[in-house]
């Protein structure tokens, strides 16, 4: 027998069962087979070797579902050429994990500087002890003169034409693995501060090519997400059918509504991401209150919106897949003034993202037969605590992949 047997003082399972105090999981070949009171798995599996870390919490790991590690990430941070991006990239990954992140949705958008397939960036990472979903994107960036790359003609720019050319989005749309921002909808400012993108927000499609667009996704039966924001741009994603909108800065009481009532998807972003105002604790709150799967999302890295007060930074330099935490915080907390349990609030970081993924079945819940994808942390992540340094240890497929000793 390989398993082992895990006990935490609760485990937050996000599941049907919510926390279980005194708790304790039992682990064999990388899955979850049996949650319960600990004394109950003592008794049944008195035979099995016990991890004892019942002075911490158990919760499932963290899935950011919004991610540019890979992409754009290593050559806004380190002097990398072609030959070290991957490198770098890797570096960047290991720091996700040590944020507590074991699952990611990758954005592919296609960049001036990196001449990258999307094979070559499913190449370098397949080994990790990570899952990652790739999103192959077409990008619109809102320099003075508008720059649109896709995934698939990696730095090559193109004009507006071909971006909506059905062939082009077909090709992308095969490629995808889940619902990322796929598409573009306003131009965006990307990584850069507002003086280099004063284009940013413009609305790049018309509703009719949007409509096409949508439709090549689901006649090959894939969904499809975008980049949106403005109330313009959010009426023509409601409109065109899109499934997942990530951001959705800027969306109306009225659009929210809509959005619920289509069971549409969001990815929020408090930390930035578009020309507007990022989520707000009190929208996302909105957002749970009317039944809409919301994940929350870093989009990193980005450089945080200045002027948004529930965010604790106060310079634009690149934030990473460690401030998940930070910047959940302030919503998770207003959660929890308004009575939501602590498993419904942290699925927002687990199973949420996990579903955007179209992984539920696999993770973002500490359920039998799931993935022994987990953390132990001194409290729950982003509810308790916002600092790396409190997540001890993470867990992928049932191995030990971080260790933070004392
Ligand atoms: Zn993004």
Redo the contacts with the bound molecule.
Sequence with gaps: MTGYLVRGKKIVTVSQVGTITDGAMIIENGKITAVDKWENLREQYSYIPVIDYSQYVITPSLVDC?T?LLEFAPTSLYPVTSETHFLAGKSIIFLALSSGITALGE?ICGHPLCNFSIEDYRKAVQDLPIDISFAPTSISIGFDILAHFTSITKSQSVTKRELIEANLVGKIARESDYPG?NIFINATPANFTQEVVPRAGEIIYSLKELKQITEVYHQLGAQIGA?VAGEEGIEMALEAGIDVF?HAHGISNEQIEKVSSKGVKIVATPMG?THLRPNSPEEILQFVEKNILVSIAT?AYLPPYLGASWLPFNNQSLKGPDVLMLIAHPAMQLLKKHNYDENKILALLTANPANVLGKEHRFGRLEQGLDANFLVAEGIPGLEITEVEKIKKVFYLGKKVIDRKG
């Design positions: 919004h540019h954005q921002e980049h990530h991401g989009d």
